[in-house]
């Protein structure tokens, strides 16, 4: 099915480990985004790009790193794990940046740092 | 810098009753979108509305555009146990944020 699929599901790292959030999406979407959502905090944009070679920060970037070298793939590289970055992240694309038909999900890495 | 406020937070009522969700800024927006998200998956986009005062329906869902655009409702009428989960509200053009979102619980 067309979507967007987002590895591992769950996983649990210990401090200062790093690790690699993958993103593939097969609808040609030129915009993908890395989201994190945390308790009565909403969803809130860590990196995004809009096209491969070319990303951006958003929100709350600090301690993750992206790349985007094909239109299909964006993963998100925790490089030192901390605590705080224990959530729930989801992967987001669209045709474009605004939206205008919507973004679609994958269905998240619920990520425990210990 | 949260510029969506959604209202409740939290929302349980019993099967068949009616509900009415909003979303509210002070900044104008171009355009808003309305996701739902289930337990355990992404959210999913419901509608966009575009034109101020646009009222649009999806079954039993009734969403409204305020007339300045800075406001939008979602209403459910005679609520399912299908339609819980978290009710996110998302600004388009310049301003991408999502709201905090309402987390409704609809008991059989």
């Known amino acids: 099915n067309a979507g967007v699929t987002q590895t591992p599901k769950f996983q649990v790292l210990k401090t200062g480990q790093s690790m690699t959030l993958q993103c593939a999406q097969d609808m040609n979407h030129e915009y993908m985004s890395w989201y994190r959502q945390d308790p009565g905090m909403g969803l809130r944009l860590i990196h995004y790009?809009?096209?491969?070679?070319?990303?951006d920060q958003g929100e709350v970037p600090n301690g993750y790193n992206v790349s985007r070298s094909t239109t299909e793939d964006f993963p998100l590289r925790l490089l030192s794990a901390a605590p705080s970055q224990t959530s729930v992240y989801f992967c987001?694309?669209?045709?474009?940046?605004?939206?205008?038909?919507?973004?679609?999900f994958g269905s998240g890495t619920r990520l425990t740092v210990v | 810098t949260q510029l969506l406020e959604q209202s409740p937070q939290f929302l349980s009522i019993q099967e068949g009753e009616n509900l009415t969700v909003y979303c509210n800024s002070s900044s104008v927006f171009s355009s808003l979108q309305w996701y739902r998200q289930e337990p355990g998956e992404g959210p999913v986009l419901l509608v966009t509305v575009v034109t101020g005062g646009e009222v649009k329906k999806l079954k039993r869902l009734t969403f409204q555009f305020g007339d300045a655009r800075k406001d939008s409702s979602l209403h459910i009428t005679a609520a399912q146990p299908g339609d819980t989960g978290l009710y996110l509200c998302r600004t388009g053009a310049n301003n991408l944020f999502f709201g905090t979102g309402t987390r409704l619980t609809v008991i059989p």
């Open positions: 987001a694309s669209s045709s474009t940046r605004q939206g205008g038909g919507g973004y679609t």
């Open positions: 790009s809009v096209g491969a070679g070319i990303t």
